[in-house]
């Protein structure tokens, strides 16, 4: 768990993208159990039911599942879900708004890629 949370993004969010990199950076396997959300309740000092809303969202997208009165734990296909979940954000984030920079710029394809590969244009 990350020392401090941000005051600019929601508390749950946090907690739900936490997981999720732990997930996705081999630090929560599969069928490994996760924290609960007392524990994060404790860990930053807020409503268990606001660690629970992140939680929960996990649970609702398949990356989560629950084990009677043991706990949450990773599912078998959480990696690979989360990976192709961030893959699609990560194009209409990142890839498309560069690519429309660079047109208003007249960057050709060629020229960003070489700028991609850390050689100038």
Do not use: C, W
Not at 15 to 31: C, G, R, T, Y
Not at 32 to 59: D, M
Not at 65 to 78: Q, S
């Amino acid at each position: 768990m990350k020392n401090k949370l941000d005051d600019n993004k929601p508390i749950f969010l946090q907690i739900k993208e936490q997981l999720e990199d732990s997930i996705i950076n081999d630090n929560l396997k599969a069928d490994e159990r996760v924290p609960s959300t007392n524990e994060f309740a404790a860990f930053y000092k807020i409503n268990p039911a606001t660690a629970a809303k992140g939680i929960n969202e996990l649970v609702a997208e398949g990356i989560l599942f629950k084990r009677r009165g043991v706990g949450m734990f990773v599912t078998n296909h959480a990696k690979e879900l989360l990976i192709e979940k961030r893959k699609k954000t990560f194009v209409e984030h990142y890839i498309l708004p560069l690519k429309e920079e660079a047109k208003k710029l007249n960057i050709s394809e060629a020229d960003l890629m070489n700028m991609m590969k850390g050689e100038q244009a």
